[in-house]
């Protein structure tokens, strides 16, 4: 158990962040499931504006902290080579 002043605040920021960043989690899959969702359903023009839209998320993911730059720049080459094969 936290006994300082220091580690009881760092335990209240620590709960806070972890809720923020599930969001923005939470909000990125979104937005790479519905990419994932067009490609399954075959259709390049939807898919590839849904692209259009995750990729400024994943970006962001990556600005805020919640993704590693090479894990949201792998995700995207895999699913614009995706995109583009269909």
Do not use: C, Y
């Not at 158990?1 to 605040?9: D, E, F, G, L, V």
Request: aromatic share 2%; no cysteine; proline share 2%.
């Amino acid at each position: 158990m936290a006994n300082s002043p220091q580690a009881r605040k760092r335990i209240r920021r620590n709960d806070r962040r972890a809720e923020i960043n599930g969001a923005r989690m939470s909000r990125i899959r979104g937005f790479v499931k519905k990419v994932e969702s067009a490609i399954e359903g075959g259709d390049k023009t939807v898919a590839a504006e849904a692209l259009k839209a995750a990729q400024p998320e994943l970006a962001r993911g990556v600005a805020r902290g919640v993704l590693h730059k090479n894990t949201a720049s792998r995700k995207m080459s895999r699913l614009s080579k995706r995109v583009a094969a269909l």
